[in-house]
């Protein structure tokens, strides 16, 4: 398959492996796939906001999850009073699958 200029997928799925709090859980997830210049205006957006940063950025960059907590800045804070840190673990989880590796050779 060739690699082609606005050929990306626009979705990534994924299950995030996650360890803390004294359990192990597989988070199963959709991330829409923001392009980084996308992602900084964002970052740049909330600067200057009053929404919730993690949050914020957790519900644009997920399209869906599958878990108990709504998608959205009041279920990420939810989850987040719940289960610390869950916020940037999904972030990074978002950074990992959009990066590209090489395979072989």
Do not use: C
Request: charged share 30%; proline share 6%; hydrophobic share 35%.
């Amino acid at each position: 398959m060739a690699i082609r200029k606005g050929n990306a997928p626009k979705t990534i799925p994924a299950k995030l492996e996650l360890t803390g709090g004294g359990e192990e859980n597989t988070l199963s997830l959709t991330f829409h796939n923001r392009k980084p210049s996308d992602f900084e205006a964002r970052i740049a957006e909330l600067r200057d906001s009053k929404e919730p940063f993690l949050p914020s950025l957790v519900v644009y960059v997920v399209k869906e999850w599958e878990t108990d907590f709504s998608l959205s800045i009041e279920g990420v804070l939810e989850m987040e009073d719940e289960r610390p840190g869950i916020a940037n673990a999904i972030i990074q989880g978002f950074h990992r699958v959009r990066q590209v590796e090489l395979q072989g050779n």
